[in-house]
T-cell receptor, first 111, second 112 residues
Framework: GQNIDQPTEMTATEGAIVQINCTYQ??????LFWYQQHAGEAPTFLSY????GLEEKGRFSSFLSRSKGYSYLLLKELQMKDSASYLC????????????FGAGTRLFVKA | ETGVTQTPRHLVMGMTNKKSLKCEQH?????MYWYKQSAKKPLELMFV???????ENNSVPSRFSPECPNSSHLFLHLHTLQPEDSALYLC???????????FGPGTRLTVL
């Protein structure tokens, strides 16, 4: 089967750094997405990792370890507008591509 | 022109009503998706269309019926829904099934 785990909620302070972890167990793993979803809005794409290592994109970075079934999203210089849910999603390829979403991590940024 | 649009944004219906949700994408994508999002639950994939052909149907009750008349439009026809079907219904599209998805704003559905 498949399983994606991420913390339900996290709280961090404006200006700080926060790391949101995601672990997964799945067959046919192809890559891992991170999406951001503000309350009442649609998810928006942040990053996609297919190889091991860190991908940096401005204040956001995403890391993947395929051997450990582990990824994290790193947010630097936190801003109040970063308060949102962060969805980890695994792309599987088992005779056809399929994206499986985790339940998401709600991040609260406080002043 | 925004990428993925959905109408209506809000819908309240009785259990005996028939209604349809509409999704349109202006991105030239080949794949389109319907998701259900309930509070504190993961996004649930309902249907996937690739090049106008349904390629996935995740054990969705028959009271939900999708239709993809062309690569830019996707419908979700609803009939005899149950109160537990109340949720946010999101449409998404992607270049192909292995690429990132672009989501519409969703339809907030309430079944009375």
């Amino acid at each position: 089967g498949q399983n994606i785990d991420q913390p339900t909620e996290m709280t961090a302070t404006e200006g700080a750094i926060v790391q949101i972890n995601c672990t997964y167990q799945t067959s046919g793993f192809n890559g891992l997405f991170w999406y951001q979803q503000h309350a009442g809005e649609a998810p928006t794409f942040l990053s996609y990792n297919v190889l091991d290592g860190l991908e940096e994109k401005g204040r956001f970075s995403s890391f993947l370890s395929r051997s450990k079934g582990y990824s994290y999203l790193l947010l630097k210089e936190l801003q109040m507008k970063d308060s949102a849910s962060y969805l980890c999603a695994v792309l599987r390829n088992t005779g056809g591509f399929k994206t499986i979403f985790g339940a998401g991590t709600r991040l609260f940024v406080k002043a | 022109e925004t990428g993925v649009t959905q109408t209506p944004r809000h819908l309240v219906m009785g259990m005996t009503n028939k209604k349809s949700l509409k999704c349109e994408q202006h991105l030239g994508h080949n794949a389109m998706y319907w998701y259900k999002q309930s509070a504190k639950k993961p996004l649930e994939l309902m249907f996937v269309y690739s090049l106008e052909e349904r390629v996935e149907n995740n054990s969705v009750p028959s009271r939900f019926s999708p239709e993809c008349p062309n690569s830019s439009h996707l419908f979700l026809h609803l009939h005899t829904l149950q109160p537990e079907d109340s949720a946010l219904y999101l449409c998404a599209s992607s270049q192909d099934r292995e690429h990132e998805q672009f989501f519409g704003p969703g339809t907030r559905l309430t079944v009375l």
